[in-house]
């Protein structure tokens, strides 16, 4: 099995640079998978968010990741 690099929602803010919120919202849209439920249990994939970039020396946010593409939609009849 592929290893899944799965973080908390505040470890996945901090890598795409973006506020926590955000993260929900997109799992919620679709963007990003959630892996497990309720408070504290939730998980992320830090393979699918594209990483903020950060200054070398102070790890102060200099540009966040861009968002991740919605998912296509298929087509109602």
């Known amino acids: 099995m592929a290893a899944r690099g799965l973080v908390s929602e505040k470890d996945a803010a901090y890598y795409a640079g973006r506020p926590g ?3 929900r919202r997109w799992a919620h849209e ?5 892996y497990g439920s309720g408070r ?5 994939n830090v393979f699918e968010l ?3 970039v950060r200054d070398e020396w102070t790890r102060e946010l200099i540009t966040p990741g861009e968002a991740p593409p919605l998912p296509e939609v298929a087509n109602a009849a």
């Not at 679709?30 to 959630?34: N, S």
């Not at 504290?40 to 992320?44: A, F, M, Q, T, W």
Request: glycine share 18%; charged share 25%; net charge positive.
């Open 21 to 23: 919120a955000t993260i």
């Open 30 to 34: 679709g963007r990003i998978r959630r």
């Open 40 to 44: 504290g249990n939730v998980r992320y």
């Open 50 to 52: 594209n990483q903020g």
